[in-house]
């Protein structure tokens, strides 16, 4: 009958997988199949796959392989995202050059990936670091340039002045630089930007639209953009008045009345103006200048932990009160948010009351609660809106109303004005690295910043430099780069030598698998029209914010640019949990770290999928225990031995009439194809749908131990034998092919169509039971004859209309009648 060989058999099937091409696609389009694509984020090539890849990456080969089965034209691409520091680090420590660390890299994961058995379409494979892509980097860079939408100004940068080098927020570690261990500073540089600021507003109100992602990302991003609407209020100098005024944007006009300082950030422009002749100047200077040695990093830990600051000496009047109000310098106030200044309330603001308790300085509360019962809370700030006090004529109204009162008021009198403010900057994309793609610009001492001519791209990254980790940007070192005709005036001029942030890479790269190797665009419009939006896109949570924000805004700058039709995207997006070792995360410090490779030489690929997708739903953490991946193991072999009687073609065909039990376990059958299915196109339960197949496989193996003498015996069992093997082609193809193969039903699985139930044997004994709350009726559910109450309640609460009925109530009874009703009594 045969041994189950895991390892002959995988080796196999990925042999004939990739002998017959079977999972290639074009672009033509099919009327009998609707097209869907299918995307994983693609790795970065370090060299090896961790567990996190095979859970990423075996979950979308389960939708991929499920969609083509369900008769779906599925595009299901592969690449790498390969420009970045391990490869810079790696040339410095040990001498190999990036390009050839990497290349080496991808093609060692690219065999562990084939290894998994996963149905990428290898033609469209790309990679970031290789010209034929970062061209049209480049080529986006241009185009955004023409549109004001890649500019220049400075920014600070954390920096070794002992490395002489930028150092990322990572490479800081507790204030020291990760190489040297000398004390970061900051410094500013004039670096590139992409104007993302411009599509805030787009960004923030298409998050309703996503309906297809989690709450939960679509949160994180909305705090990130950070809409916030104020108001913009103008500060006059009052001692002696004249000058600019101070310019202050506040959510909380509505407590003007209660600002009794200001407070502006160490770097603001006014800042020096200001002390400027005061008796405080000595020690306003000295206050900025230690500010300025704190590095990024620490800078933004610093909020909410230790707040300092220092009087100016001047005073700027409230043009509400006209009463003047003292200045401040503080590190909890940053020039990179709002104007870099601030009005503090500290009967109404938590942080600015610590502020004044500290420095002891005025507080007088404003907004008290709404309800007069509620007493504010004592030697702290009453946070809320609530209604005025200690407001003038302003008394007793709410902070809504007031809000509009008072803009209105300062509107009238030209010191104030509505305004929306956004938290989100504009994306610093310049990096003082080698391994990236060149930014396309010349200085030219007579024509300022001149872009390279399109005809010009790429412009190649030199192989020639040496990286030694010290000093700026590598590419400066590099005359033959450098030094370069200006393409305007014809002149001596230098090339840029930043490279772009690899997050530029990976914001455009799934249009480029749509037309991979098209060389006189990014890709055609055309071939992007076909596939887009992604029907399923699939990733960690901690890209929720920077990648899943850049692609977004890449797409709406394509769209103005006039190469795509559409407004996001991304149409539904899982992000997976982690994969844990005995309750924490992977690490080699922690020595948990399971190798994808080890476990796939000892138990075979198929069962490290099975098991990735069966010990938990896809959004939770999983635990990586090996008695689980043992047990997968097992249910394979059973599956193979339960497969092995009928390892030969069988023409015996279904016979009319059956007994009881045959018919029991032909319903079985079929309503695990029915559960499955619904499984994965509702909800990608994996794990409760390869449960199903598993109780079929108990069934199945029941029928089998009372005998399989009669020829209608056999047909019932081959039946439910051939549905478990297709059932689980999407998690474990190897194994389903080979048992498909040697139960001679002839073809091969890999694009063979979902078998359909019959709904009429998989329905019939199923009855409706109705579900009412206090009486009146809410739902109803399908459920077996005798189905406990437990069961119904819980296929209940799975109707989001009974859901939101209970939601926030208490069940104090429920009454059940068996088969016809379930009424639940709650309260509140
Ligand atoms: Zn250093
Ligand atoms: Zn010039």
Redesign the pocket.
């Known amino acids: 009958m045969g041994e189950f060989d895991f390892s002959a058999i995988e080796s196999k099937w990925q042999k004939i997988w990739e002998r017959d091409r079977s999972f290639a696609i074009d672009n033509h389009p099919d009327p009998q199949r609707p097209n869907f694509y299918c995307l994983e984020m693609l790795p970065y090539p370090s060299g090896r796959l961790h567990m996190g890849h095979v859970r990423n990456y075996t979950i979308g080969d389960a939708v991929a392989r499920f969609k083509a089965a369900r008769g779906f034209k599925v595009l299901h691409p592969m690449g790498w995202v390969s420009f970045g520091l391990p490869a810079e680090n790696a040339a410095i420590k040990k001498g190999i050059h990036p390009r050839i660390w990497t290349e080496e890299n991808i093609a060692q994961m690219k065999e562990q990936l084939k290894s998994l058995g996963y149905s990428y379409d290898w033609d469209r494979e790309i990679a970031a670091h290789r010209p034929d892509y970062y061209r049209w980097n480049q080529w986006f860079f241009l185009k955004m340039h023409e549109r004001g939408l890649a500019y220049r100004a400075h920014r600070w940068v954390n920096w070794c002045s002992h490395c002489s080098t930028v150092l990322a927020n990572e490479q800081v570690e507790g204030g020291v630089c990760w190489r040297c261990g000398n004390p970061v500073t900051r410094k500013s540089l004039e670096q590139w930007f992409l104007r993302i600021t411009e599509y805030a507003q787009e960004l923030d109100g298409y998050l309703p639209r996503l309906t297809g992602w989690s709450e939960r990302v679509r949160q994180m991003q909305k705090n990130w953009i950070g809409r916030s609407e104020g108001a913009l209020v103008k500060f006059p100098i009052s001692d002696p008045p004249g000058g600019e005024p101070l310019e202050i944007f506040t959510t909380r006009l509505d407590t003007i009345y209660g600002a009794t300082f200001c407070v502006l950030a160490p770097e603001h422009p006014a800042v020096e103006r200001l002390c400027a002749g005061t008796p405080q100047e000595a020690g306003v200077r000295s206050f900025v200048e230690r500010m300025r040695h704190r590095d990024l990093v620490h800078q933004d830990a610093q909020i909410g932990e230790h707040k300092e600051g220092v009087f100016t000496g001047r005073h700027a009047e409230n043009p509400y009160t006209g009463k003047p109000i003292p200045i401040w310098v503080g590190n909890f106030v940053l020039m990179e948010y709002g104007t870099g200044a601030i009005m503090a309330v500290p009967g109404n603001d938590e942080r600015d009351h610590d502020f004044a308790t500290q420095y002891r300085l005025p507080i007088i509360p404003v907004v008290r609660p709404a309800d007069p019962s509620t007493p504010a809370p004592a030697g702290k700030a009453y946070t809320e809106p609530g209604v005025l006090i200690h407001s003038g004529p302003h008394d007793g109204l709410t902070s809504g109303e007031a809000f509009e009162k008072l803009l209105a008021l300062g509107e009238e009198r030209g010191f104030a004005r509505r305004m929306v403010q956004f938290r989100i900057r504009d994306w610093g994309v310049s990096r003082q690295r080698y391994w990236g793609t060149p930014i396309p610009m010349?200085h030219?001492?007579?024509?300022?910043v001149?872009p390279v001519p399109e005809r010009d791209l790429p412009v190649l990254l030199p192989e020639d430099v040496v990286l030694s980790g010290e000093g700026g940007s590598p590419l400066a070192s590099s005359a033959a780069f450098v030094e370069v005709a200006?393409?305007?005036?014809?002149?001596a001029?230098r090339r840029e030598t930043d490279t772009m942030d690899t997050f530029f890479d990976s914001s455009w790269y799934f249009y480029r698998y749509t037309d991979p190797r098209n060389d006189a665009a990014p890709f055609a419009s055309a071939a992007a029209q076909q596939w887009f939006p992604i029907d399923q896109y699939i990733g960690g949570i901690t890209h929720a914010i920077l990648h899943l924000i850049y692609c977004r805004f890449f797409t709406k700058v394509m769209r103005d640019l006039g190469l795509v039709a559409l407004d996001e995207p991304i149409l539904r997006l899982l992000n997976q949990g982690m994969v844990l070792k005995d309750g924490s995360a992977m690490s080699k410090s922690r020595g948990n770290v399971v190798e994808p490779d080890a476990m796939v030489a000892r138990y075979g690929a198929d069962t490290c999928r099975l098991f990735s997708l069966f010990a938990a739903p896809p959004e939770r953490d999983m635990d990586w225990n090996e008695q689980g991946v043992e047990g997968c193991h097992r249910f394979l072999e059973r599956v193979w031995r339960l497969s092995a009687p009928l390892f030969a073609p069988s023409s015996e065909p279904m016979p009319e009439a059956l007994s009881e039990a045959e018919t029991a376990l032909r319903r079985k059958t079929h309503r695990t194809i029915l559960r499955v299915t619904e499984d994965l196109d509702r909800r990608m339960h994996f794990n409760t749908a390869i449960a199903a197949i598993m109780e079929l496989v108990n069934e199945l193996s029941a029928f089998q131990n009372e005998g399989l003498e009669t020829a209608s015996r056999r047909a019932c069992f081959r039946e439910g034998v051939e549905i478990v093997v297709r059932r689980l082609c999407p998690f474990a193809p190897h194994f389903s092919e080979e048992v498909w193969e040697r139960l001679g039903a002839g073809g091969t699985l890999a694009r063979a169509p979902w078998p359909a139930p019959d709904l009429k044997l998989a329905e019939e004994p199923l009855l409706e039971v109705v579900v009412q709350i206090n009486g009146k009726l809410r739902g109803k559910v399908i459920v077996e004859k005798g189905a406990p109450e437990q069961e119904v309640l819980e296929l209940a609460r799975n109707d989001p209309k009974v859901e939101s009925h209970l939601q926030g109530r208490t069940l104090i009874k429920s009454i059940f009648v068996p088969d016809r009703l379930l009424n639940l009594v709650v309260r509140g």
């Open positions: 010349i030219c001492p007579h024509c300022g001149v200006c393409p305007r005036c014809g002149r001029a």
